[in-house]
């Protein structure tokens, strides 16, 4: 089987590339700077692609020949010249899949949890109108939504730990919601088992989080390796929202208008996909601690 991971080098997109390749699938990654690509598994073959670009369903057809399965993990933070929330998650994915439902492959769409059209961020209005577009195209086509993830090299997961060990929590008054904090690694698994399974297992949409649930005060505590216990200071809302905005203008820090918004209500896997992620990976996910940024290597990923 042969699968293009778009997006191959960002934080999903290596967690989904380095499963396939231990399982001996051939993958080409495709990702905008192809030089500084960080992968070490050298059979993967790495293209360069300028994915904001392909607006229109005949732009895809050049790249996509040969391939069984698309798997699109392109994401971006924050907008940066021509490379719009616009044109990154709703006008290119939505092309994307058309081709794919064409040329007959089986498509996979990594977005979010927590996306909906009463937020007023670009961040989640544009990944929203993205979805619901792949939503109306037939075919084998799976948008994989997951919740907040942990991992090695991720920037907002290095952030959120890095910011667990200071002496005081600054913590959005608004930031009320759940969460289901989930592994990296057990998101690449389980977009790995949808890339392979039967046409009849594919779902049209899965929604995938861990186990446990908590407010984002209660999870800087779990990341929390300092026994003292940290001072806790809520901030105002227009405070947070001020410097999100500010946060945004500079590109500083993980913490973006969008994600503010995200905080403000729960973001669970709905009541169908409570146990989704556990039956993908044939296992319970790793469990959240301050350790689990590097799950256990002796035996790998098990957490029983």
């Not at 929390?224 to 001020?242: D, E, G």
């Not at 500010?246 to 913490?255: E, G």
């Amino acid at each position: 089987m042969k699968i293009l991971v778009l997006g191959g080098s960002g934080f999903i997109g290596q967690a989904v590339v380095e499963v396939l390749a231990e399982r001996g699938y051939e993958i080409t990654i495709a990702t905008r700077k192809p030089l500084n690509h960080p992968f070490a598994h050298k059979a993967c073959v790495v293209k360069k692609i300028e994915f904001h670009r392909l607006r229109r369903v005949s732009d895809w057809p050049g790249y996509l020949s040969g391939f069984d399965v698309i798997v699109n993990c392109v994401g971006i933070l924050r907008e940066r010249w021509k490379e719009t929330f616009e044109s990154v998650y709703h006008e290119v994915p939505a092309a994307l899949a058309k081709a794919c439902s064409r040329l007959k492959k089986r498509f996979i769409h990594v977005t979010a949890l927590g996306l909906t059209q009463q937020a007023q961020s670009r961040f989640i209005l544009m990944k929203r109108l993205g979805e619901k577009a792949i939503e109306q195209i037939e075919g084998e086509i799976c948008i994989v939504r997951p919740s907040l993830l942990d991992g090695k090299d991720g920037f907002g997961a290095g952030w959120l730990r890095r910011v667990a060990q200071w002496p005081i929590h600054f913590i959005p008054k608004c930031a009320v919601g759940k969460i289901a904090p989930m592994h990296v690694r057990d998101l690449g698994e389980a977009i790995a088992a949808l890339c392979v399974c039967s046409v009849e297992a594919l779902p049209t949409s899965i929604e995938f989080g861990g186990e446990k649930h908590y407010q984002m005060s209660q999870y800087l505590d779990v990341l929390r390796i300092k026994k003292a216990p940290p001072i806790k200071f809520s901030l105002p809302a227009c405070i947070v929202r001020s410097c999100a905005h500010i946060f945004d203008l500079l590109h500083l820090t993980p913490l973006s208008w969008g994600h503010v918004e995200l905080m403000r209500r729960d973001n669970l896997p709905r009541q169908e996909d409570t146990f989704a992620l556990r039956l993908w990976i044939g296992r319970r996910p790793i469990e959240i601690d301050a350790q689990s940024i590097r799950p256990n290597t002796t035996h790998p990923y098990r957490n029983d």
